[in-house]
C-alpha cells in the first residue's frame, strides 16, 4: 500500500537529489513530496542515507504509531530524534562553543 513521504536535504550530492527526483516532486530545493509504497520509500531512504556525505537529510512518513508518521535521519545534525515509550521526540545536542585561546 503507498504511503505520503517527505524527504529534506541539505548539501547532499547531485545524484542524490536526481533520485529522489524520478519519484517524488520537489516543491522547493531540498524538500520532496510523494506518495511512493514501502518499498521504493526504503529503498530511497537507503540511498540517501549511503550517499549524504557531509550533508543531512531527514525521512519523515504515515506509519501505525500513536503519532501517526516515523522519522528517520542520516547525516550529522544537532536535532536528534528521541525514542521515549513510541513516541519520536527531538532533543537538541548543546552548540559547540570555540575554545577561549
Do not use: K
Not at 533520485?19 to 516532486?25: H, K, M, P, Q
Not at 537529510?57 to 536528534?80: D, K, M, S, Y
Amino acid at each position: 500500500m503507498a504511503s505520503m513521504i517527505v524527504i529534506s536535504t541539505t548539501a547532499v550530492p547531485d545524484h542524490v537529489r536526481g533520485a529522489l527526483s524520478r519519484w517524488l516532486v520537489e516543491p522547493t530545493a531540498g524538500l520532496y513530496v510523494g506518495t511512493v509504497s514501502a518499498r521504493v520509500r526504503d529503498e530511497l531512504w537507503a540511498a540517501v542515507a549511503a550517499s549524504v556525505a557531509d550533508g543531512a537529510a531527514v525521512c519523515i512518513h504515515t506509519a501505525e504509531t500513536e503519532q501517526g508518521f516515523n522519522i528517520r535521519t542520516a547525516g550529522e545534525r544537532r536535532r536528534h530524534v528521541l525514542d521515549f515509550d513510541g513516541l519520536q521526540l527531538i532533543g537538541l545536542q548543546p552548540q559547540q562553543t570555540p575554545e577561549a585561546l
